[in-house]
C-alpha cells in the first residue's frame, strides 16, 4: 500500500531538472521518488524565505530529502522547516569552510556578479559554470539535463550558491561525494562517505551505486 512506501524526495543542482535523476531508482513496492523543481525567486528573495517555499511542496510526513550539488546546498536550508526521516546531500558542501579556493575568492572580490547570465545561457555554457571548466567529456554528458534558464533564477543562485553563510554543519546531514569532484574537491570535504572515481557528474553516471548507497542508508535508520 501507499501509504507504508517511503518517500524520498530529490532536488536537483544548478539549473539542471527532474532528467538527472534518470538513473536512480528503488523498488517501487517500498519506495516512492518525487523530484523537486527549482522555482523563480521572488525579487531580492532570501534563501530562508526560497527554502521555505520549497519545503511547502513537500506533501509526506517523516520524509528523506536529498539535493545533488547546489540542490545539496537548498535541502539543508529547507531541513530547518521539515520533520524529517533523513537528510542527505550528494556532490555537494555541508558549510561554506569546504568551499574551494575559487569559491572565496569569487564571494571575497563580488566576481561572481560579473557573470554574464543574460549572455551564458547556451548548454554549453552554462555546463561549464554549473559543473566547472575542466571536464570537457562530461560536458557534453550533463548539457541535456540544464534546462532552467530564468535570468532571474540563475542571478540569484549563483548568488546564493557562492555566499552561502553556513560556518558549521548540520549534524544530521549524511554526505556522498565524489574522489573526483573537481568542482568540489575532496581535499576540502570532511566527513563523508567517499565513491571512489566519482565525479561531480556522479547523480548520472554512477546511478546503480549511489540508489543502492541510498537504500542501504534508508534501511540503517530504521
Not at 8 to 32: D, H, K, W
Not at 85 to 105: A, D, G, N
Not at 141 to 148: D, K, S
Amino acid at each position: 500500500m501507499s501509504s507504508s512506501k517511503k518517500h524520498i524526495y530529490f532536488v536537483p543542482g544548478l539549473a539542471a531538472g527532474q532528467e538527472i535523476f534518470r538513473n536512480i531508482s528503488f523498488p517501487g513496492e517500498r519506495y516512492e521518488m518525487h523530484i523537486l523543481e527549482w522555482l523563480v525567486p521572488e525579487k531580492k528573495e532570501s534563501i530562508q524565505s526560497y527554502a521555505q517555499r520549497m519545503a511547502a511542496k513537500i506533501t509526506h510526513d517523516n520524509v528523506v530529502l536529498i539535493g545533488v550539488s547546489f540542490g545539496g546546498v537548498m535541502v539543508q536550508e529547507m531541513s530547518q522547516f521539515l520533520d524529517l526521516k533523513q537528510l542527505i546531500i550528494i556532490s555537494s558542501v555541508k558549510s561554506r569552510q569546504e568551499f574551494p579556493r575559487r569559491l572565496k575568492i569569487a564571494r571575497k572580490t563580488y566576481a561572481y556578479k560579473l557573470v554574464p547570465t543574460s549572455l551564458v545561457l547556451s548548454a554549453d555554457d552554462l555546463t561549464k559554470f554549473a559543473i566547472g571548466p575542466k571536464t570537457e567529456k562530461r560536458l557534453k554528458i550533463y548539457q541535456e539535463y540544464l534546462h532552467v534558464r530564468d535570468k532571474q533564477y540563475l542571478d540569484w543562485a549563483i548568488e546564493q550558491m557562492v555566499c552561502w553563510k553556513r560556518k558549521e554543519p548540520l549534524k544530521e546531514v549524511i554526505h556522498i561525494h565524489g574522489d573526483k569532484d573537481v568542482v568540489f574537491p575532496i581535499k576540502n570535504i570532511d566527513d563523508c562517505i567517499r565513491l571512489k572515481g566519482g565525479t561531480h557528474i556522479m547523480i548520472i553516471n554512477k546511478g546503480a551505486w549511489l540508489s543502492k548507497k541510498i537504500s542501504e542508508l534508508i534501511e540503517g535508520k530504521d
